[in-house]
T-cell receptor, first 111, second 112 residues
Protein backbone atom coordinates (compact mmCIF):
# COMPACT_ATOMS: atom_id res chain seq x y z
CA UNK A 1 0.00 0.00 0.00
CA UNK A 2 1.09 3.55 -0.67
CA UNK A 3 2.05 5.15 2.59
CA UNK A 4 4.21 7.39 4.74
CA UNK A 5 7.07 5.59 6.45
CA UNK A 6 9.12 6.86 9.35
CA UNK A 7 12.37 5.45 10.66
CA UNK A 8 13.24 4.68 13.29
CA UNK A 9 10.04 4.28 15.31
CA UNK A 10 11.94 4.85 18.53
CA UNK A 11 15.09 6.91 18.88
CA UNK A 12 17.14 7.52 22.01
CA UNK A 13 19.77 10.23 21.94
CA UNK A 14 21.91 11.98 24.48
CA UNK A 15 21.54 15.58 25.51
CA UNK A 16 23.31 17.70 22.90
CA UNK A 17 24.04 14.83 20.48
CA UNK A 18 22.74 15.50 16.96
CA UNK A 19 20.02 13.20 15.71
CA UNK A 20 18.31 12.70 12.35
CA UNK A 21 14.82 11.35 11.82
CA UNK A 22 13.76 10.00 8.44
CA UNK A 23 10.54 10.02 6.47
CA UNK A 24 9.70 8.55 3.10
CA UNK A 25 6.49 8.45 1.09
CA UNK A 26 5.18 6.42 -1.79
CA UNK A 27 2.22 8.72 -2.43
CA UNK A 28 4.19 11.03 -4.72
CA UNK A 29 2.76 14.06 -2.93
CA UNK A 30 4.57 17.33 -3.42
CA UNK A 31 3.87 18.74 0.05
CA UNK A 32 5.49 17.19 3.11
CA UNK A 33 5.31 18.24 6.75
CA UNK A 34 7.11 17.71 10.04
CA UNK A 35 5.18 17.99 13.28
CA UNK A 36 6.18 17.75 16.92
CA UNK A 37 3.63 16.23 19.28
CA UNK A 38 3.97 16.16 23.03
CA UNK A 39 1.86 14.05 25.33
CA UNK A 40 -1.87 14.84 25.28
CA UNK A 41 -1.39 17.72 22.86
CA UNK A 42 -2.26 18.36 19.25
CA UNK A 43 0.53 18.11 16.69
CA UNK A 44 2.54 21.30 16.29
CA UNK A 45 3.77 22.14 12.81
CA UNK A 46 7.52 22.69 12.60
CA UNK A 47 7.91 23.21 8.85
CA UNK A 48 6.68 22.08 5.48
CA UNK A 49 7.93 21.70 1.94
CA UNK A 50 6.10 22.48 -1.26
CA UNK A 51 8.33 20.51 -3.61
CA UNK A 52 11.76 21.85 -2.65
CA UNK A 53 10.45 25.15 -1.28
CA UNK A 54 11.05 25.14 2.45
CA UNK A 55 8.65 26.91 4.82
CA UNK A 56 9.63 27.35 8.43
CA UNK A 57 7.08 28.16 11.13
CA UNK A 58 7.94 31.38 12.95
CA UNK A 59 8.22 29.67 16.33
CA UNK A 60 10.25 26.65 15.23
CA UNK A 61 13.56 26.73 17.12
CA UNK A 62 16.77 27.11 15.11
CA UNK A 63 17.85 23.82 16.63
CA UNK A 64 15.50 22.09 14.18
CA UNK A 65 16.40 21.82 10.53
CA UNK A 66 15.15 19.80 7.61
CA UNK A 67 16.28 18.46 4.27
CA UNK A 68 14.31 17.15 1.33
CA UNK A 69 16.68 15.66 -1.22
CA UNK A 70 13.88 14.41 -3.49
CA UNK A 71 10.09 14.00 -3.63
CA UNK A 72 10.10 10.78 -1.65
CA UNK A 73 12.37 11.58 1.27
CA UNK A 74 12.45 14.18 4.00
CA UNK A 75 14.71 14.41 7.05
CA UNK A 76 14.44 16.19 10.37
CA UNK A 77 17.74 17.16 11.97
CA UNK A 78 17.92 18.20 15.61
CA UNK A 79 21.33 19.75 16.05
CA UNK A 80 21.59 19.80 19.83
CA UNK A 81 18.66 18.01 21.45
CA UNK A 82 17.54 19.22 24.81
CA UNK A 83 15.31 17.45 27.31
CA UNK A 84 12.42 19.58 26.08
CA UNK A 85 12.74 18.11 22.60
CA UNK A 86 11.62 14.70 23.76
CA UNK A 87 8.39 14.12 21.86
CA UNK A 88 6.70 12.21 19.07
CA UNK A 89 7.75 13.51 15.64
CA UNK A 90 5.24 13.02 12.87
CA UNK A 91 5.80 13.28 9.15
CA UNK A 92 2.87 13.86 6.81
CA UNK A 93 2.06 14.47 3.17
CA UNK A 94 -0.77 16.41 1.64
CA UNK A 95 -3.40 14.97 -0.67
CA UNK A 96 -5.49 16.66 -3.32
CA UNK A 97 -8.21 17.97 -0.96
CA UNK A 98 -5.86 19.38 1.67
CA UNK A 99 -6.08 16.20 3.72
CA UNK A 100 -2.85 15.07 5.30
CA UNK A 101 -1.57 11.54 5.55
CA UNK A 102 0.57 10.81 8.55
CA UNK A 103 3.31 8.33 9.21
CA UNK A 104 3.42 6.26 12.39
CA UNK A 105 5.78 8.71 14.09
CA UNK A 106 9.18 8.52 15.73
CA UNK A 107 9.27 8.65 19.53
CA UNK A 108 12.38 10.59 20.55
CA UNK A 109 13.83 10.18 24.01
CA UNK A 110 16.61 12.48 25.20
CA UNK A 111 18.76 11.22 28.07
CA UNK B 1 -6.73 32.68 10.54
CA UNK B 2 -8.67 29.52 11.08
CA UNK B 3 -9.11 27.83 14.46
CA UNK B 4 -10.80 24.77 15.92
CA UNK B 5 -12.40 24.15 19.30
CA UNK B 6 -13.13 20.73 20.71
CA UNK B 7 -15.12 21.46 23.86
CA UNK B 8 -14.81 17.99 25.40
CA UNK B 9 -11.39 17.00 26.69
CA UNK B 10 -12.42 13.52 27.73
CA UNK B 11 -15.50 11.38 27.04
CA UNK B 12 -16.29 8.00 28.55
CA UNK B 13 -18.80 5.82 26.75
CA UNK B 14 -20.02 2.27 27.24
CA UNK B 15 -19.32 -0.30 24.57
CA UNK B 16 -22.27 -0.49 22.22
CA UNK B 17 -23.49 3.01 23.07
CA UNK B 18 -23.49 5.90 20.64
CA UNK B 19 -20.74 8.50 20.52
CA UNK B 20 -20.74 12.12 19.47
CA UNK B 21 -17.66 14.34 19.52
CA UNK B 22 -18.09 18.05 19.10
CA UNK B 23 -16.04 20.34 16.90
CA UNK B 24 -16.50 24.03 16.22
CA UNK B 25 -14.39 25.94 13.76
CA UNK B 26 -13.69 29.52 12.90
CA UNK B 27 -12.92 30.36 9.28
CA UNK B 28 -14.10 33.06 6.94
CA UNK B 29 -14.78 30.94 3.88
CA UNK B 30 -15.96 27.41 3.26
CA UNK B 31 -13.52 25.29 5.20
CA UNK B 32 -11.91 21.98 4.51
CA UNK B 33 -12.75 19.89 7.58
CA UNK B 34 -11.24 16.68 8.84
CA UNK B 35 -11.44 14.20 11.68
CA UNK B 36 -8.40 12.18 12.65
CA UNK B 37 -7.97 9.37 15.18
CA UNK B 38 -4.77 8.57 17.03
CA UNK B 39 -4.19 5.39 19.01
CA UNK B 40 -1.48 5.49 21.70
CA UNK B 41 2.01 5.60 20.22
CA UNK B 42 0.72 5.83 16.66
CA UNK B 43 0.37 8.45 13.97
CA UNK B 44 -2.88 10.15 13.02
CA UNK B 45 -5.30 8.28 10.79
CA UNK B 46 -7.78 10.17 8.62
CA UNK B 47 -11.36 9.17 9.49
CA UNK B 48 -13.21 11.45 7.10
CA UNK B 49 -13.12 14.79 5.33
CA UNK B 50 -15.49 17.45 4.08
CA UNK B 51 -14.85 20.13 1.50
CA UNK B 52 -18.10 20.48 -0.45
CA UNK B 53 -21.35 18.75 -1.37
CA UNK B 54 -23.41 16.58 0.93
CA UNK B 55 -23.10 17.87 4.47
CA UNK B 56 -23.28 14.38 5.98
CA UNK B 57 -20.05 12.54 5.23
CA UNK B 58 -19.26 8.92 5.84
CA UNK B 59 -15.86 7.78 6.95
CA UNK B 60 -13.98 4.68 7.87
CA UNK B 61 -14.61 2.49 10.92
CA UNK B 62 -18.35 3.32 10.89
CA UNK B 63 -17.92 7.02 11.66
CA UNK B 64 -19.86 9.88 10.12
CA UNK B 65 -19.79 13.65 10.54
CA UNK B 66 -22.20 16.43 9.74
CA UNK B 67 -21.18 19.88 8.57
CA UNK B 68 -23.49 22.63 9.82
CA UNK B 69 -22.49 26.00 8.43
CA UNK B 70 -25.00 27.93 10.56
CA UNK B 71 -23.44 26.50 13.73
CA UNK B 72 -19.84 26.39 12.45
CA UNK B 73 -19.75 22.80 13.57
CA UNK B 74 -18.50 19.48 12.27
CA UNK B 75 -19.50 16.88 14.86
CA UNK B 76 -18.36 13.28 14.63
CA UNK B 77 -20.72 10.41 15.41
CA UNK B 78 -20.73 6.67 15.67
CA UNK B 79 -23.94 4.71 16.41
CA UNK B 80 -22.33 1.87 18.35
CA UNK B 81 -18.88 2.12 19.87
CA UNK B 82 -16.42 -0.77 20.02
CA UNK B 83 -13.64 -1.13 22.57
CA UNK B 84 -11.14 -0.53 19.76
CA UNK B 85 -12.51 3.02 19.33
CA UNK B 86 -10.75 4.10 22.50
CA UNK B 87 -8.29 6.71 21.24
CA UNK B 88 -7.61 10.41 20.84
CA UNK B 89 -9.71 12.22 18.23
CA UNK B 90 -8.65 15.43 16.54
CA UNK B 91 -10.78 17.76 14.48
CA UNK B 92 -8.89 19.92 11.97
CA UNK B 93 -9.62 22.70 9.52
CA UNK B 94 -7.58 23.40 6.41
CA UNK B 95 -7.17 26.52 4.34
CA UNK B 96 -5.33 27.54 1.24
CA UNK B 97 -1.96 27.84 2.94
CA UNK B 98 -1.28 24.09 3.00
CA UNK B 99 -1.65 23.98 6.78
CA UNK B 100 -4.11 22.32 9.13
CA UNK B 101 -5.28 23.85 12.39
CA UNK B 102 -5.99 21.15 14.92
CA UNK B 103 -8.28 21.18 17.90
CA UNK B 104 -6.84 20.18 21.26
CA UNK B 105 -8.27 16.70 20.91
CA UNK B 106 -10.85 14.58 22.72
CA UNK B 107 -9.82 11.41 24.53
CA UNK B 108 -12.41 8.65 24.27
CA UNK B 109 -12.49 5.91 26.88
CA UNK B 110 -14.70 2.87 26.25
CA UNK B 111 -15.91 0.93 29.25
CA UNK B 112 -17.09 -2.66 29.04
Amino acid sequence: DAMVIQNPRYQVTQFGKPVTLSCSQTLNHNVMYWYQQKSSQAPKLLFHYYDKDFNNEADTPDNFQSRRPNTSFCFLDIRSPGLGDAAMYLCATRGTAYEQYFGPGTRLTVT
Amino acid sequence: AQSVTQPDIHITVSEGASLELRCNYSYGATPYLFWYVQSPGQGLQLLLKYFSGDTLVQGIKGFEAEFKRSQSSFNLRKPSVHWSDAAEYFCAVGANDYKLSFGAGTTVTVRA
